[in-house]
């Protein structure tokens, strides 16, 4: 069974950052995307970014030139660098992956998940 853990969510103030991390357990494949999505209450799940094994990334229109995804493909690890943190930003934050090279905006085309980590932005 994957397993995908998130680390470093946190409290923070406007126009600060924060790094998440992801860990992937037993994701042996060799091609696979790893992305991430957040949730705020009253909303949809939604994509931020993603990353493929070849290091090809796409990210949601709300995060563009601010976060920045990475992966460590020996390590099995994905990070999402936040800066210029805003309060709409705050939400539940998602490690996703999935196999193959496309990176999918859709979350219901994900079929590993974490439990989340905490982002809050105050103003």
């Known amino acids: 069974q994957v397993q995908l853990v998130e680390s470093g969510g946190g409290l923070v103030q406007a126009g600060g950052s924060l790094r998440l991390s992801c860990a992937a357990s037993?994701?042996?494949?060799?091609?696979?995307?790893m992305g991430w999505f957040c949730k705020a209450p009253g909303k949809d799940r939604e994509f931020v970014a993603g990353i493929s094994w070849a290091g090809s990334t796409y990210y949601g229109d709300s995060v563009k030139g601010r976060f920045t995804i990475s992966r460590d493909n020996a390590k099995n690890t994905v990070s999402l660098q936040m800066n210029s943190l805003k309060p709409e930003d705050t939400a539940l934050y998602y490690c996703a992956g999935r196999m193959g090279t496309f990176i999918a905006t859709m979350s219901s085309d994900w079929g590993y998940w974490g439990k989340g980590t905490q982002v809050t932005v105050s103003s």
């Open positions: 037993r994701l042996t494949a060799r091609n696979y995307v």
